[in-house]
Structure formats: structure tokens, C-alpha cells
């Protein structure tokens, strides 16, 4: 289908799923303007009555969105000047079976997450919409660059460097890290230092998925396939991340079944749909993260050795923060310019016994907890520096007795270990409020271990 062919009401559906972004227009295979967002309206002072169903050169003389539609080559980044405001715009080329059928052009990429569940709404409803949305699902894709990686330290200095060495392979890469040391940023920034960054980015939780569902959203199912199928069928991640990346989070949860169905379609480049004796070739990247050793794994029988030397091609360690303690304050610096443009603080930094306090804990829950720590101390300081007291206040430490240092003066190393990992427990679990769910999180271990654990260490919960 051309979007010159499209309904006034399937146009309605398209700008309401971009409502949330503050610019986006589109033009079709002719450079007609079909889509034009209320922003747009308001910043350029015309109605739409005066933009839509008009070639956009006559509204836009100086627009490169023809430049896209020639070439298929996004432009991304680039100032756009409307009405003596410059714009940071990017303009993308939708496509349909290798065609360039219009052009998509977003002056910003806020709000994507509401967009995109404004658009799993209203598939369900408009299901002749699904190439669309996953065509704007394509485009946000893989949001981080290297340079998106914020850290000076040696140890991520290291690991970027091992990035830029290995992108311009189509080899498999295993990532590994603790918990909320960032591994979806590096997996992001792996593509787009690729040759495949034009390509699809599709990302895969592999622990989201209940086992006798992993083939078919792995490798899709054709019509009839099963009950409930739907009709016409529906590709795969594999398929929709053809000439792409395939991110495959949590690969260590896969089942022992599916993880021969996996080394099988990394062995042969094909996949085949559920229901379906088609064989379909597939060029994809596959890059896989894990917070478990997945040789670890293989050595408990838990995970095939074939699989994991195909994954392993590459590997890259993502250091915990812990390791990397001189990066907190650009880490701060970059998450409060974050939240004073999106929150209308006016944060300036934080003072001195702030930073003392940041540096002296060892971050069980790396980078994602310390952007949860300061986001609430921005919500709680609003302006000015942030304060040690704006880091407890939601931790409710103010309100209880500071957990008690603990300090081991013999030559037992079992006896200190335990009580190290005491000491550990008790502050993740103050830190996430007693949720003991959090705090397995950013343990990196099971509820059900922490249960262990608590009752193993005879660990009194405030």
C-alpha cells in the first residue's frame, strides 16, 4: 500500500499515535504533505488546511524530506529553521518491501513510550495499521550512540573501546553485567556503530516470554497455525530484524528447547514460521546480554555449549559501578539535566557531603539505582544543590535508625564474607524500602534467594 492510498481516518490514526511528540510530519511517495501535527501548526503560525494534501516544497521551500525521498538515506540530527526558530530535526524514510513509500519527519523523540503504547492500543482495533506502527517502532529503534555512554573512567573507556573494535563485525556479541549497569545501552550502541544502523533494532526480553510462546515470537507463525492465530499470520523478531540487530536481553532464561531452536536458526541464517514448511533466510546480527556467567551456566548443564560459542563470538564486560566510582558525578550531572528539562526543576548540582555520601556506598543496583537516587532528589530539592538530605528523604532513612557498620576484626574468611553480604543485604533492602522484590533486583538475585538469604543470615527486617 502507498500512503497516497491511505484513508482520511487511517491518516486521523497516524497523527494521533505521534500526538505526544512535539513536531512530526509526513509526506508520501509524491512529497504531498500527510500527516502535520498540531505543533508543527502552532510553531509555524499555518493551518492545516493550508499544509495537507500541498507538496511540502511549496510550504517548506528550503525541507531536505525530498532529499530523504530520493535517496532512502535518513537524515538524523540535522537544524531546521521555522519562523527564526531552529529545530533539531531528523527525517527518516518509511518503507515497504525495500520501497521508499514517504518520508517521516520529528523534531524531537520525547514521549516515545506513550506513543508506543498508544499504538499497541489501537492495533488491535486497526490491525491493517501493524505495518506502520512497526515501522515507527523501527525508527526508535536503537536510540543510543556511543557517545550516549556517559563515563571517563578506565573501565568504561575499555569498554567503549572494545565496542568500536567489534561493531563493524556482523558476529554475534555477548554482553555481560551486573544488573543495571546499562547492557541495553551498550547493545544499542553496538548497532549504531555498525554498518547495519539503518536497519531495524529489535529487542527481545527473553525472560518476558512463557516458553510455549518463544518460537513464534521469535520466528512468527503463519495463518492456522494454532488457535487463535491470526490471519494472514505474523512474522517473527527475527523477520522484522532482517538486514538488522536482534537484542537478546535475558538469554540465559531461555529454555532448554528454546535454545536449540535458536542455535539452529543461528546456524543455517533461516528461520522457519510455526505451522509453516517454508524456510525463510534471515540476515540478522545477534547481540545477547546476561547478568549470569552463561559459562557458569554451561558448566551446571543449564545452558547448551553450542549455543553459547555461537553467541560468544564476541564479548564484552560491562564494569559495575562500583569499579567505576569517578564517573558518578558526570553520571549526576547528565541525569539532572535529564530531569530539569523534563520535570521544570532547576537543579544545579549537588554540594560536597552529597557527593561524600554518593561515593562512599557501593551502588549494589549500578547505574539504574543511582538514577533512581537522583531523580527523587531532584524531585525533592527542586532548585538549587542537592543535599544529603535530599538524597534520604525518600529512602525514609531520616525517619530510622541508620543501619549499623559492620566490622570484622578476625582472620575468618567465611565469618567476614557472611557478614559482608549482610551488610549488603540490609542496605538494599533500605534503599528499596523493604520491597524485597527491589532489593532482589538490585541484588541481581531471586526473590526467592533473598528469602534464603534473610533467613540464612538471620537478617532482622526494620
Not at 533461516?270 to 554451561?298: C, M, Q, Y
Not at 543496583?365 to 535530599?390: K, P, Y
Request: charged residues 25%; aromatic residues 8%; hydrophobic residues 40%.
Amino acid at each position: 500500500m502507498k500512503l497516497s492510498e491511505l484513508t482520511p481516518r487511517d491518516l486521523e490514526i497516524i497523527e494521533s499515535i505521534f500526538t505526544g511528540i512535539e513536531g512530526a510530519m509526513i509526506v508520501d511517495e509524491k512529497g504531498i504533505v500527510r500527516v502535520f501535527t498540531d505543533y508543527y501548526m502552532r510553531e509555524s503560525g499555518l493551518k492545516k488546511e493550508e499544509v495537507l494534501g500541498k507538496p511540502v516544497e511549496e510550504i517548506f521551500p528550503h525541507t531536505r524530506m525530498l532529499e530523504v525521498l530520493q535517496t532512502g538515506k535518513p537524515i538524523i540530527g540535522d537544524l531546521w529553521e521555522l519562523k527564526g526558530k531552529q529545530q533539531i530535526v531528523s527525517r527518516v524514510p518509511i518503507l515497504e518491501d525495500g520501497v521508499v513509500i514517504g518520508v517521516l519527519g520529528i523534531s524531537i523523540f520525547r514521549y516515545m513510550n506513550e506513543a508506543k503504547s498508544f499504538a499497541r492500543r489501537v492495533d488491535a482495533m486497526f490491525s491493517e495499521l501493524e505495518h506502520y506502527k512497526e515501522e515507527v517502532q523501527r525508527i526508535y529503534g536503537a536510540k543510543y550512540a556511543l557517545g550516549s555512554i556517559v563515563g571517563k573512567s578506565k573501565s568504561i573507556l575499555e569498554a567503549k573501546a572494545v565496542v568500536s573494535m567489534i561493531a563493524s563485525s556482523s558476529n554475534p556479541v555477548l554482553i555481560y553485567g551486573e544488573t543495571g549497569t546499562g547492557k541495553e545501552l551498550f547493545a544499542h550502541a553496538i548497532h549504531q556503530e555498525s554498518s547495519r544502523r539503518q536497519g531495524p533494532f529489535i529487542r527481545v526480553n527473553c525472560a518476558g516470554i512463557p516458553d510455549n510462546l518463544i518460537e513464534s515470537e521469535l520466528f512468527g507463525y503463519d495463518e492456522g497455525a494454532f488457535t487463535g492465530a491470526r490471519k494472514g499470520g505474523k512474522p517473527g523478531k527475527f523477520e522484522l530484524a532482517n538486514h538488522g540487530s536482534i537484542f537478546l536481553d535475558e538469554v540465559s532464561e531461555l529454555s532448554w528447547t528454546a535454545q536449540a531452536k535458536l542455535l539452529r536458526a543461528l546456524q543455517e541464517n533461516e528461520i522457519e514460521r510455526v505451522g509453516s514448511t517454508k524456510l525463510i533466510p534471515v540476515d540478522v546480527r545477534v547481540i545477547s546480554a546476561t547478568n549470569v556467567p552463561l559459562n557458569k551456566l554451561v558448566a551446571e548443564n543449564k545452558f547448551r555449549k553450542d549455543l553459547f560459542f555461537r553467541l560468544n563470538a564476541f564479548n564484552l564486560k560491562i564494569p559495575p559501578l562500583s569499579q567505576r566510582m569517578s564517573d558518578i558525578p558526570l553520571l549526576c550531572q547528565h541525569f539532572i539535566t535529564n530531569y530539569n528539562r523534563d520535570n521544570g526543576t532547576k537543579i544545579e548540582g549537588l554540594n560536597d557531603e552529597a557527593y561524600k555520601l554518593l561515593t562512599s556506598y557501593h551502588w549494589p543496583g549500578n547505574v539504574r539505582e543511582l538514577n533512581i537516587v537522583i531523580e527523587r532528589a531532584c524531585m525533592d530539592a527542586r532548585e538549587g544543590l542537592i543535599t544529603v538530605q535530599n538524597l534520604l528523604r525518600f529512602s525514609n532513612e531520616s525517619r530510622r535508625a541508620p543501619a549499623k557498620n559492620i566490622e570484622y576484626s578476625g582472620f575468618n574468611i567465611k565469618e567476614a564474607k557472611h557478614e559482608a553480604e549482610k551488610a549488603t543485604i540490609i542496605r538494599a533492602l533500605q534503599v528499596s524500602n523493604g520491597n524485597r522484590t527491589k532489593a532482589a533486583e538490585l541484588l541481581g538475585i531471586s526473590r526467592s534467594s533473598l528469602y534464603n538469604k534473610i533467613e540464612e543470615l538471620k537478617i532482622e527486617i526494620i
